[in-house]
């Protein structure tokens, strides 16, 4: 299957979708070579639930296919689709590609989710309550849970350091303060929360630090393992940071992670 390649995720019109809007969502595949089965990447593009950035996408799946890891590249629904469309897709793209393991050359038992600023509240959102995806169709009996979570200067938290803008994206106006706070995703780690890897810089004017910071200290008070990178200069939304060398070096971080797992 070549890189070009692309699966709609739904059979017919999205669940939870927009009336007034007809987007599809689906995955593109980025398959490394061919071998044995290998650990794979789902990456989330950033965007503030209004886009799909393209430099968080493609060229990231190209540095894991670098590094013998399989990536796809989810292409979620965004604003005027609301909460719950961007889970359901990302449950849903996990899903199709453990169905589909043996066929495409991935390990079932190694499927990360990547996600970039609001690609990584997609990301972590499926991480913390995959549990409570809505069932569908008989595609929901394979498991929706990733094996582990690549944060990369992720919305994480809608209280004092939310992202407004994102949040206003992905629920709309009006919304009731417990929506907002199951949404934040801090508040919701346990146990049963994959590893996960964290990267953010400390001067991210966009989507604060703390973001990062309220995650981990979740994920340690529930002993889930990761790894955090604070890097101290950097502006937000730097995908793989082809203009600083020295942020630029968390792809490598992460594969290795990634890779000591049995990617």
């Known amino acids: 299957m070549s890189h070009a390649d692309r699966l709609s995720l739904w059979p017919g019109r999205p ?7 007809t987007f599809h969502p689906w ?19 950033g965007g503030g639930y209004a886009r799909r950035a393209p430099h968080e996408g493609a060229p990231v799946a190209a540095r894991l296919n670098g590094a013998g890891l399989h990536a796809f590249v989810l292409q979620y629904r965004v604003a005027p689709h609301r909460h719950p469309a ?5 449950a849903r793209a996990v899903r199709l590609i453990r169905e589909h393991a043996s066929e495409w050359g991935v390990d079932p038992g190694r499927i ?7 690609g990584g509240h997609v990301a972590a959102s499926l991480g913390v309550h995959h549990g409570r995806v809505p069932p569908y169709d008989d595609l929901d009996r394979v498991p929706c849970r990733p094996d582990a979570l690549v944060l990369c ?19 709309g106006p009006g919304v009731p303060d417990a929506l907002r706070a199951e949404l934040s995703l ?13 990267w953010h810089t400390a001067a991210d004017a966009g989507v604060p630090v703390e973001n990062s910071l309220l995650f981990a200290q979740a994920l340690r ?7 955090l990178h604070v890097y101290p200069h950097g502006a937000h939304g730097l995908g793989l940071a082809p ?13 290795q992670w990634l890779q000591s797992m049995g990617w």
């Open 112 to 118: 990360a989710v990547c996600g970039f600023s609001a």
């Open 243 to 255: 203009g600083d060398p020295h942020v630029a070096t968390w792809i490598d971080l992460c594969c």
């Open 15 to 21: 669940p939870r979708s927009d009336p007034g809007d």
């Open 221 to 227: 008070q529930s002993g889930v393992p990761f790894e």
């Open 27 to 45: 995955i593109d595949f980025h398959l490394a070579a061919s071998g044995p089965l290998r650990g794979a990447v789902l990456v989330c593009p």
């Open 153 to 171: 200067y992720a919305v994480i938290s809608s209280g004092r350091y939310g992202h407004q803008g994102s949040f206003d994206n992905l629920l």
């Open 186 to 198: 801090e508040r919701h780690v346990t146990v049963e929360t994959p590893p996960t890897f964290l």
């Open 86 to 90: 961007p889970l359901l897709d990302a």
